[in-house]
């Protein structure tokens, strides 16, 4: 764990104020400071947030909609994009740099909240509210959980850290297994729920709130079949009518008007600077585009836009789904071999507003309503209660201008929320987990990835032979040999 013990722990500070946004850095504070202040303390739990906003801007999308059915890359005659491509494909290596640099920012937020819970353990200021020692507490304990989760989903057992180790402490750490991780994720989301449930008075957009903490941990039962515990913290969500779906879809992607109605949690971005801002149209564009779809001419995109929706994605939208035009653009012009047609990009992510580079601003979504009732759904109907999972069903498709039968059997069912799933949150790194949690993954790949190499003549012959170990990604091979980890069976 090499890249976060050695770390210099740079935190970001500004001036409080109402917005979360502004509470981004113009100084510094380091590990070896003394914490004087509520002041120092808010501003570390700021910290704790900066490996999301770097995870989910900069790998964690190639990982899973890139590694799921929803993404695929496209060839270019500039770029082989073997990073990338290798994982769209399933056949990366422990060498792989987005796999490195995902395990490695996801540990540099862990330690970054483990410093600060233990700080704020033995911190002697004078809190003007207890409520905001508990927010600071439960923020750390809600990103800490949501980083372990992440790395049990992708990479399994993985070390097991909750306190800041330098030096040899750290090397000497080696992984613990899926189950203790799964342990300490729900221990630490139960934990923050007790402590956000304390500060609700001092809750702000785009900071972690007890709801978020708390479906969360519903979303880790859900991934452990644990339908009662699921259950029993979605309908509370529900019942607590904080969240609405709001009345149109294109509304959750306005990056001028941000939504915190339905999105319950997101990665806050901001196109002030370009540290805050992320940049997934240019990503997303197709790569002969120019400045059609970016609106900036004056950025080269040739190395960017590689990534494209699968014709898998595209068909899974039934006729009238108005979903369908918010997440798909299409741009008519010339692909890579000078093929004129109409070519389909991710539209929810937009251009910047008033940046003149490629800064973007958008939020991105990773804990919406929508995702509450369909999760509950699934619940119900894992449990035997179909007909009481069919209205929340409903809710989700009815907003997309879609109608729903009154009666399913449960394999029905079960394969609609599939599908609605797929479509409701294409492009916000739900697909890969959901086909893994529901033991589809190997199945979906095997097909999807046939359909592709029919397409695509590009693709390697070896592409998409799935196998249960590609389930994980491999331990990335700098933690192999730093810290004689041992690797994931197959690779």
């Avoid at 570390?44 to 801007?57: D, P, Q, T, V, W």
């Avoid at 039962?221 to 904080?242: P, V």
């Avoid at 653009?329 to 389909?344: E, K, Q």
């Amino acid at each position: 764990m090499k890249q976060y013990i050695y770390i210099t722990f740079i935190l970001i500070l500004s001036s409080c104020t109402d917005s979360f946004l502004t509470l981004y850095p113009n100084t510094t504070l380091n590990e070896g400071n003394f914490y004087q202040s509520e002041e120092e303390y808010i501003l570390l739990a700021n910290g704790c947030y900066i490996s999301l906003r770097n995870m989910e801007k900069n790998n964690h999308w190639v990982i899973t909609e890139l590694a799921s059915d929803n993404l695929g890359i496209q060839y270019c005659a500039t770029s082989g994009e073997a990073t990338r491509g290798v994982i769209d494909n399933f056949l990366v290596s422990a060498n792989n740099e987005t796999v490195n640099n995902f395990w490695s920012t996801c540990y540099t937020g862990v330690y970054r909240c483990s410093k600060l819970l233990q700080e704020l353990e033995r911190a002697t200021i004078q809190w003007s509210s207890e409520a905001l020692r508990a927010r600071c507490m439960g923020e750390a304990l809600f990103l800490r959980g949501m980083y372990y989760f992440n790395l049990v989903r992708k990479y399994g057992g993985v070390p097991l850290v909750t306190t800041p180790l330098a030096g040899q402490d750290a090397v000497n750490v080696k992984r613990s297994t899926e189950e203790a991780i799964y342990q300490q994720v729900i221990s630490d989301l139960q934990e923050a729920i007790a402590q956000l449930e304390q500060a609700q008075d001092y809750e702000e957009d785009g900071r972690a709130n007890e709801t978020a903490a708390k479906t969360l941990l519903a979303k880790v039962y859900l991934t452990l079949q644990n339908y009662e515990e699921a259950g029993k913290l979605y309908r509370s969500i529900i019942q607590a009518e904080k969240y609405i779906l709001l009345p149109e879809y294109a509304d959750l992607f306005n990056p001028a008007q941000k939504d915190f109605k339905e999105t319950i949690f997101s990665a806050q971005y901001s196109e002030s600077t370009s540290g805050l801002s992320q940049r997934f149209i240019f990503l997303h564009a197709p790569n002969t585009s120019k400045g059609d779809v970016t609106q900036r001419p004056n950025i080269n995109i040739n190395w960017a836009g590689l990534v494209r929706p699968t014709q898998d994605l595209l068909d899974a939208f039934e006729p009238g789904d108005k979903r369908k035009e918010v997440s798909i653009g299409y741009w008519y012009g010339p692909d890579w071999d000078n093929t004129v047609y109409d070519i389909p990009y991710c539209a929810k992510y937009k251009p910047p507003i008033s940046a003149p580079d490629d800064r973007c601003g958008d939020n991105f979504p990773i804990i919406r309503y929508s995702d509450v009732l369909l999760s509950y759904a699934e619940v119900l109907n894992e449990m035997n209660q179909t007909a009481d999972a069919i209205p929340f069903v409903r809710q989700v498709r009815t907003r997309a201008g879609l109608e729903t039968r009154t009666s399913y059997t449960q394999q029905e069912l079960r394969t609609l929320i599939e599908k609605e799933r797929q479509v409701e949150f294409c492009f916000e790194n739900h697909r890969w987990y959901d086909l893994k949690r529901t033991g589809r993954a190997l199945e979906v790949m095997k097909a999807h990835g046939i359909r592709e190499k029919a397409r695509k003549t590009f693709i390697p012959a070896n592409a998409f032979e799935m196998e249960s170990y590609k389930l994980l990604l491999p331990i990335p091979a700098e933690q192999i040999q730093i810290n004689g980890l041992e690797q994931n069976p197959g690779y």
